[in-house]
């Protein structure tokens, strides 16, 4: 039986299906890109990411990947607000995943978005 995990409904028991089930929002993964490349964010960091984050779809992603042990508060004792979050290993295991995802984009979507930036 799986775990529950509040704000989570498992669509099936595929791998790719379970993991799109976690990162699978656009938002999710921006969260971890962004402690990818700067070790830490505090709310307000993420906040001013030129993606837009709303507020309330911004604490939802963190308690959601807080919960799933991909993103922890880097003082378990402060609020959420007034915190950083980093990247736990499980969170940092993704970083292959999203490297193939910006590799991917930069060469097959620069003809469509010619803004895209390098990716390194």
């Known amino acids: 039986m799986?775990?529950?995990?509040?704000?989570?409904?498992w669509r099936s028991v595929c791998?790719?299906?379970?993991?799109?089930?976690?990162v699978g929002d656009k938002w999710s993964l921006l969260i971890i890109?962004?402690?990818?490349?700067?070790?830490?964010r505090t709310y307000s960091e993420f906040l001013a990411a030129p993606e837009g984050?709303?507020?309330?779809?911004?604490?939802?992603?963190l308690d959601l990947l807080t919960c799933l042990k991909l993103v922890e508060r880097v003082n378990p004792d402060a609020s959420p607000r007034n915190n950083a979050f980093k990247l736990t290993e499980s969170g940092a295991a993704l970083r292959p995943a999203l490297d193939g995802l910006g590799r991917w984009a930069q060469q097959h979507?620069?003809?469509?978005?010619t803004d895209i930036v390098r990716f390194s």
């Open 109 to 113: 979507l620069a003809e469509f978005h």
């Open 2 to 9: 799986a775990k529950r995990v509040d704000g989570l409904d």
């Open 15 to 22: 791998p790719i299906s379970s993991a799109l089930d976690v």
């Open 53 to 61: 984050i709303s507020t309330n779809i911004l604490a939802a992603r």
């Open 33 to 40: 890109r962004d402690l990818l490349i700067h070790g830490s």
